[in-house]
């Protein structure tokens, strides 16, 4: 589920909850680290930092958290972080553990119980943040639940014939063994889930489910949507449409992949079947000019590191997100003597760093850290390698692949000779 400003509220959630708990255990290890009060915070949030900071290159730690590019990692920290500002939520912690024996399933579930409700006092106030309307905790939990009874009515309307009773019973009217009900051709997003089918499936739990469901509960939590159809179809339909307005950024464009980057190599095919014409069109003439700066100018990546300490390259890292000081670090880090760096030393950094992404992923566990993006503990983007190396997309792609071609010939040839 996604709604403005939220970023905890997607299916990630699960995997920082589990990384939370586990470093919760390692903090939390100790007669007195159990204890309310400021001190007691301080300290375990520094251990948890620590310990955060040790699991960053996990497989878990670098998953994607959401779809705003967050990893669970990020997610983590910054939930961490939020628990300093909100010490109330410590104190109650502690002080449920307390009145129960402690063992490290108990310990566990208060730590899990602890950052959920932080979680949705967090994405509450980015909501409120975002919209300009009010919002609290136990809305972002109604939407959630709405979010989950719609993902199950889906469910149940896929596998209709299954479950024909409770489908009819979510639908008002008897199921036939014929055709597919309309609805369940017309159930595509969560916008389309009608408010009576919502009520109508919390009422059937009872009967298919083992239990009531969360409208037919005596909970005071959905007090407010029990008989307001009107709310409820207010809120899917606003998940509906924040879905479908964000969900362009499912797509990667940050990373150099085929689909991204189809339009480019037909631009070039194109331009390419066009070099015969009479009159170079204005791509070809802009194409002609970049081609001849470039050999005019050598890129500033090829110089000794000590270029890297120029302003205006500090100025171009930070411009596409990158840390201060990345471009001085990250030259330094790269050993001179590797065979690669030397047959690509007249490349530059930010070629090299591409070739390397290229063919060994973007988050290789042999890359030193300060070639890291710290955002996404991977090497940099295309997008950003191309604005540090002071060239377009297409021109920096050009060079990284020809960069690759020399060193496959380089090792053909090694073969050959060792043959």
Known sequence: MRLPGTRYQEPGWEEVRKLLGQCSLAALRGADALRPGPD???????????????????????????GYGDTVYDLAVALVVELRARPVD???????????????????????????????????????AACGRP???????????LDTAYHDVARLFGNWRA?????????????????????????????????????????????????????????????????????????????????QLSGNRDEDWLQDRDDASAWVEDYWRVLQDSEGAATPGPDRILEAREDALDAEAPEMDASP???????????????????????????????????????????????????????????????????????TCALPTMQQLAALAEVSLPTFRRRRDAAIARLGAAFDDKRGSDA
């Open 90 to 128: 410590w104190d109650a912690m502690c002080a449920a553990v307390a009145t129960e024996s402690a063992g490290d399933a108990l310990l566990r579930k208060k730590v899990n119980d602890m950052y959920a409700v932080l979680r949705d006092r967090v994405d509450a106030d980015n909501y409120q």
């Open 305 to 375: 590191p000590d270029a890297w300490d120029d302003p205006r390259l500090e100025a171009l890292a930070l411009a596409v997100s990158l840390p201060p000081g990345y471009a001085r670090e990250a030259a330094v880090a790269e050993p001179a003597d590797g065979q690669v760096a030397r047959l690509l030393a007249a490349d530059g950094l930010p070629v090299r760093l591409a070739v390397y992404a290229r063919l060994l992923g973007q988050d290789d566990d042999t890359y030193p850290d300060a070639w890291r993006d710290p955002a």
């Open 135 to 145: 919002c609290s905790p136990n809305r972002i939990y109604a939407y959630r639940m």
């Open 163 to 243: 479950h024909r009773e409770q489908v009819g019973a979510i639908l008002g009217r008897a199921i036939d063994d014929g055709a597919a009900p309309i609805e369940v051709r017309q159930l595509r997003t969560i916008a389309d889930c009608r408010p009576e089918w919502i009520l109508r499936w919390s009422a059937s739990l009872e009967s298919f489910g083992g239990g009531p469901g969360p409208l037919h509960t005596r909970s005071k939590r959905f007090a407010g949507l029990k008989d307001s159809p009107d709310k409820i179809g207010a809120m899917l339909r606003e998940i509906g449409d924040y879905e």
């Open 40 to 66: 007691a915070l301080e300290d375990y949030v520094d251990r948890m930092a620590a310990l955060l900071l040790a699991q960053r290159h996990g497989a878990r730690a670098r998953a994607a958290g959401n």
